[in-house]
């Protein structure tokens, strides 16, 4: 099965306590299409300009991502640049200069839109809105958003949300969006407006996603030598989608495999400066951290309980 | 097994946003004996004042507490006011009295030099020492401990970690503690304080424990209606060590199961005002509430692991 991501390609400058970098390539899209590229082929929706690099596409196509629908056009790439805190638990944006993603409008040709799995990386949600309509052969549609378009694009956001299986989104953003801030009200309040699925990023805490079969909670990786957070979340969503591509079917057990699969995923790309991680990854890899994570939550049998039920 | 629980009995003032409740018994070691009375007996060191009401030593005997070490000395018992944030992530202490706390010394009856299980709440750093030494018959030894004694007392707190068998305390002390942001580090250079047992408390996201067989991470069960936070982390530490005492021995999985008894009664604990919820709730809620979190966090077997590896 292919998974189809729309969203943003950028160049990051990142600033923190393991030092500087410039022009990192990053952008949710770029994330999350790498990272889905371990389970599933990928066609990457997005706009670079004329600045964006032979070598980053190389990088791409050699991870199987289908660039047709990348478009090059004239100025220059999105640039964003920020600066961690010492402890790396938040970050200043010093600069965003949105440059040719100002006027992106994704134009599906028809193969994407034949897709069934559909990432809506966090772009305007009329933008969102008009790539659901143009995905026909859509089974299953997840969607970011964040602070912005929550404030300033509320009723267009809403409608957004009656048109997608599954929201991810970070635990403020979650916040922000139902008014609640206790997760669980808050994730009821999301799934009343339209998607069954919430999965709410937690950063080093992990994931806590609410479907209707019920709640599940995954904590992160504990990774030692944490480098640079940025693309984490983007990670995560994608692996996590990438993983429900290749196991064709979204049923309770594959969304939690899918879920750990993303939060395997988004511990490796953190532990470098920006895909230099991720793209090294192996799939035996990932498969020895999945298992590591299944020890780590690992406690209880039916016949424990029953010693002292 | 019997566990002997060394701390604080006090009477708090509550406001928040489901009330203020004035009077409400509380203290560090009310909560973990009413938590660990559910699977242990459990014998409490602590002094109290006049004041102390005779339905408050019923409650406790009820549970099967043992009295004899609850020390009653002229004067007024501890007391504590505070004000939670209307989202209850934060609180500001109004008023504390240390009252009869301020001259409180354990000293241990022989009976209870015998215990094989002790939590030594959160008291001064040479205090806890002093009752480790009383406690000839001691065969695991929790410490809780928390900002105050780590900043002004160090020495002596670097001093009673190298004589007991696990650390229970907040993110944010292990934090100030080791000196280190990153949890993994953070736990890496408390161990080598002297406990082979970190417990680190992270409110809603659970508990993190770091311990010779490896990582253990146990989500907090997820709460609907949090009403009042006070105790909780000192219900987990009770709850842990009560049943770690019912099984007897402390190997890496009753220490797991410990850890989910402990989150598990916490989540009960936060449903309503002071100890309210906590005493009102049954060994079958309990087992039900456990079980649940089996399920919250299952995710993998081997087999589906192989799919992908």
């Known amino acids: ?43 990457l929706v997005a706009v670079v300009g004329e600045d964006f690099p032979e070598s980053a596409m190389s990088m791409l196509a050699g991870k199987g991502v289908d660039l047709v629908g990348l ?25 965003t200069q949105l440059n040719v993603f100002e006027s992106f409008r994704p134009a599906l040709s ?23 309509s143009q995905c026909e052969g859509r089974r299953f549609v997840i969607a970011d958003t964040m602070n912005f378009w929550i404030e300033g694009q ?21 916040r922000m969006l139902s008014g609640a801030h206790n997760i669980v009200r808050a994730a009821e309040a999301i799934r009343a407006m339209g998607p069954r699925i919430v999965a709410i990023k937690r950063g080093e805490y992990g994931a806590i996603v609410f479907e209707p079969d019920g709640v599940f909670v995954a904590p992160a990786y504990p ?5 640079d957070p940025t693309g ?11 993983y429900l591509a ?7 057990a594959t969304l939690r495999h899918a879920v750990v699969v993303g939060t395997t995923l988004a511990s490796f ?30 406690f209880a049998t039916e016949d424990e309980v029953a010693r002292f039920a």
Request: charged share 25%.
């Open 1 to 43: 099965m292919t998974v189809l991501i729309v969203g943003s390609v950028a160049f990051d400058d990142l600033d923190g306590p393991h030092g500087k970098r410039t022009d990192v390539l990053g952008g949710s899209a770029t994330y999350a299409s790498v990272a889905a590229s371990f389970f599933s082929r990928v066609a």
């Open 71 to 95: 478009e090059r056009v004239p100025g220059r790439t999105f640039r964003w640049s920020g600066r961690y805190s010492d402890d790396l638990a938040s970050r200043t944006t010093l600069d």
């Open 110 to 132: 028809d193969s994407h839109r034949a897709t069934p799995y559909v990432m809506l990386g966090n772009i305007h949600p009329t933008l969102q809105r008009d790539v659901v």
């Open 154 to 174: 509320n009723a267009a956001l809403r409608e957004t949300l009656r048109h997608i299986d599954a929201l991810v989104i970070n635990e403020e953003e979650a």
């Open 223 to 227: 990774v030692r030598d944490v480098v």
């Open 232 to 242: 984490a979340g983007d990670t995560f969503a994608g692996g996590f989608l990438g």
């Open 246 to 252: 290749h196991a064709s079917e979204v049923t309770p």
């Open 269 to 298: 790309c953190v532990e470098d400066f920006g895909l230099d991680r991720l793209v090294r990854v192996t799939r035996s890899e990932i498969a020895a951290r999945y298992r590591e994570l299944a020890r780590i939550v690992h």
